[in-house]
């Protein structure tokens, strides 16, 4: 079964500064990688998706995030924090035969945003 | 395009009784799911469709929770009796798998779910 490691619960920035955010998986095959974004009281939108070819994959907002198998890791990154960014970030495994089915999420890692 | 739409927003009951919560998927959509979130637990895959079919309801925690879907524009999802450990809040999402959209949800807003 696959699973999913936000190590971080909650991570705060000053504004401009750069941000990383960790997530290491468990799949036994080729995994299909997500990152989710949720603003309090909304439901998880799309930032980015890793399904095969270029290792370093961009997303809406300015974000972006580097699959790495040797690590099983799957960070997202943005150069430059706005106050906007804040909110709950997921990242997510995906199984099944197209990577649809089963979704499996991580714990998700608060970010804050400072003045 | 309308999103995910889920009613109601809030809901509070007290323990025994039933609730139900509705899902509208996205229109042409083939997948749709029910999560829960809690503190606790994070997002938990509770049970997920196929073209109206449930294809996994191995996250159902008991009896007491069932889910339908009678057509391709409507969902529930049906707890009773209610208990105070299921206060939670339930997403309903959908997807599509072709297109290479697979795995990309579309989440509702959520049902905040408060049992006294």
């Known amino acids: 079964a696959q699973s999913v490691t936000q190590p971080d619960i909650h991570i705060t920035v000053s504004e401009g500064a750069s941000l990383e955010l960790r997530c290491n998986y468990s799949y036994g095959a080729t995994p299909y990688l997500f990152w989710y974004v949720q603003s309090p009281g909304q439901g998880l939108q799309l930032l980015l998706k890793y399904f095969s070819g270029d290792t370093l994959v961009q997303g809406i907002k300015g974000f972006e995030a580097e699959f790495k198998r040797s690590q099983s890791s799957f960070n997202l990154r943005k150069p430059s924090v706005h106050w906007s960014d804040a909110a709950e970030y997921f990242c997510a495994v995906g199984a099944g035969n197209f990577g649809n089915e089963k979704l499996t999420f991580g714990t998700g890692t608060r970010l804050t945003i400072i003045p | 395009d309308a999103g995910v739409i889920q009613s109601p927003r809030h809901e509070v009951t007290e323990m025994g009784q039933e609730v139900t919560l509705r899902c509208k998927p996205i229109s042409g959509h083939d997948y749709l799911f029910w999560y829960r979130q809690t503190m606790m637990r994070g997002l938990e895959l509770l049970i997920y469709?196929?073209?109206?079919?449930?294809?996994?309801d191995s996250g159902m925690p008991e009896d007491r929770f069932s889910a339908k879907m009678p057509n391709a524009s409507f969902s529930t999802l049906k707890i009773q009796p209610s208990e105070p450990r299921d206060s939670a809040v339930y997403f309903c999402?959908?997807?599509?798998?072709?297109?290479?959209?697979?795995?990309?949800?579309?989440f509702g807003e959520g049902s905040r779910l408060t049992v006294l």
């Open positions: 999402a959908s997807s599509l798998k072709r297109g290479g959209q697979n795995g990309v949800l579309f």
């Open positions: 469709f196929n073209n109206n079919v449930p294809i996994d």
